[in-house]
């Protein structure tokens, strides 16, 4: 038998290094296990404020059951953070416009609701800069969590909300998180001319290398209302920024309230996003090397919040809001003999965004409706974006809430003129609108077109039964934003001429047009027809 005396150098020093480890491996406790971090967030609230009815199915099979909830919310959030040491609570923005409700007391009740439930960082969406600087001047005051923005700054260089990027510390780990909006806000929205908004890749590169060079940052996320849908060729999308910007590990996205089932990925970053209205919470859980101090696993999976408890803070911070609103948000306007749909989510998408639609015909022949009869003008049509249609009227009873929700921005309708070759050029604008655009346009009933999508033409163009004279002028009505360019409607802010200003809201119209017919009932009459693109199944 060999002794080790005996074995060649090279040999012997190998078994010795081997046994080494071996008593070391022995002898030392198993190798600590990685840090955790818990990420829960949210996106796309739009005011929802209390839990709402979601049927899944058809006829007998369907299902009914109820969802969301700003205190169902605030208790699943509370039992997670009492199962786990680690909790970051985020928002991807649009807290704003949506319910009848939430916009009439301007979004205050959302913002004190997310003061108790401990948000860590919310960004802003596109839909916080619709009532102008001083109403979200007024939101950042009341919060008590920290607002992100990474590239939207004041008139004085510093950032909206007072934070470039934030940091989170944990014990054995550090966490950065940024905020970015997309630029597209300046054209669906109506931000204030003080406000400068940053290129999305640039400012977030900025921000991450700040993070990471001067702080020492271990891990960063991103909070961003940027959706995954290319509204236009240069829009920047969640994934385009994980493909352009070094050193995300993780984007939380929002603005086209996509369902994920299952984490996204892009390069080395991580994509999730929760729906929207407070229907999911995402609950991610990072696993962090306790050496490296990098992300070893991302687990995560949307959590529906539903046969949840209510939290009782909450419900008696709402009481007296919902208290005062009742009385007149619960007047019956009229019935319907059926559901006026207006999405399919998330099989389909918004279909005010995709077709003709009822509700659509609905509220523009409202329009021409009220003109008609209480101004004494002759018009010839009227429109609206798509994007400003943002909920169903139900079947049965219609409450002022209901058509409220329907119609929660507040735009005031126009009457205005154009010559028909300018009206030409907005047909031209039109048919370059991607489908899913908030842009794209519902028309009443005394316009007809078909429209191909892949094409990018209008066909079969007529105005009252007749193609459009070039020589012409026509009269038609729209809202204030169409009206000033917003969505991309420049050639109508540029062209409008005799404006008429009826100083009414959209949805007052509507209100007084349902209590005027009694009772509605939907239908489509193929005023637009949709080829070679997205349809309703």
Request: aromatic share 10%; hydrophobic share 40%.
């Amino acid at each position: 038998m060999k002794t080790l005396r005996k074995l060649p150098l090279a040999l012997l020093l190998s078994v010795l290094l081997a046994f080494t480890l071996m008593v070391s491996c022995e002898d030392d406790p198993a190798s600590p296990p990685p840090y955790e971090l818990v990420l829960l967030h949210t996106n796309d609230h739009h005011g929802r404020m209390l839990s709402y009815p979601i049927t899944i199915g058809s006829g007998p099979s369907a299902v009914t059951y109820i969802v969301g909830g700003l205190a169902e919310r605030a208790t699943f959030i509370d039992s997670v953070r009492k199962a786990n040491a680690n909790v970051l609570l985020v928002d991807s923005g649009d807290l704003n416009t949506g319910t009848a409700l939430s916009n009439m007391f301007q979004g205050e009740v959302d913002i004190l609701a997310y003061n108790l439930m401990g948000y860590d960082a919310v960004t802003f969406g596109n839909h916080e800069f619709n009532e102008g600087l001083a109403r979200l001047n007024k939101q950042i005051a009341l919060a008590t969590f920290p607002f992100v923005s990474s590239n939207v700054t004041r008139s004085d260089g510093s950032f909206l909300g007072g934070n470039q990027y934030l940091i989170k510390e944990y014990d054995g780990f550090k966490v950065g998180i940024i905020g970015i909006t997309t630029l597209r806000v300046t054209i669906i929205s109506n931000p204030d001319a003080s406000l400068d908004f940053l290129p999305e890749i640039e400012a977030a590169q900025e921000a991450v290398d700040k993070l990471k060079n001067d702080y020492g940052v271990d891990i960063i996320i991103a909070v961003t209302h940027l959706g995954d849908v290319k509204e236009t060729s240069d829009f920047i999308t969640s994934y385009d920024l994980a493909e352009g910007v070094t050193g995300i590990d993780i984007i939380v996205d929002g603005h086209s309230h996509s369902y994920y089932p299952e984490l996204e990925k892009e390069g080395d970053t991580w994509i999730v996003s929760a729906h929207q209205w407070g229907r999911y919470v995402g609950e991610g859980k990072i696993f962090i090397s306790r050496s490296s101090k990098k992300i070893e696993k991302f687990e995560w999976a949307p959590v529906e919040i539903r046969n949840i408890g209510r939290n009782p803070e909450i419900v008696a911070m709402m009481h007296n809001y919902i208290r005062q609103a009742d009385a007149s948000l619960k007047e019956v306007v009229g019935t319907s003999t059926d559901a006026y749909d207006w999405a399919n989510i998330p099989t389909y998408g918004v279909t005010t965004r995709h077709t003709e639609t009822a509700i659509g015909n609905m509220i523009t022949d409202s329009f021409v409706w009220y003109f008609t009869t209480f101004t004494n003008q002759e018009i010839d049509f009227a429109f609206t974006n798509g994007g400003g249609i943002r909920a169903n009227l139900p079947s049965g009873e219609i409450t002022r809430e209901d058509v409220l929700t329907v119609l929660p921005f507040e735009n005031y309708l126009y009457a205005m003129s154009m010559t028909g070759d300018k009206l030409l050029e907005l047909f031209d604008f039109i048919k370059n609108i991607e489908q899913s655009s908030g842009a794209f346009p519902q028309f009443s009933k005394e316009v007809r077109y078909t429209i191909d999508v892949a094409d990018k033409s209008i066909s079969n163009l007529t105005v009252g039964g007749a193609p459009i004279d070039p020589e012409k002028t026509y009269r038609f009505i729209a809202h204030d934003f169409i009206l000033s360019g917003g969505d991309g409607y420049v050639v109508i802010g540029n062209n409008a001429f005799d404006i008429y200003d009826s100083s009414l809201l959209l949805s007052t119209i509507v209100i007084d047009y349902i209590k005027a017919q009694g009772t509605i009932s939907p239908a489509l009459d193929g005023r637009m027809v949709v080829v070679n693109g997205k349809t309703i199944p």
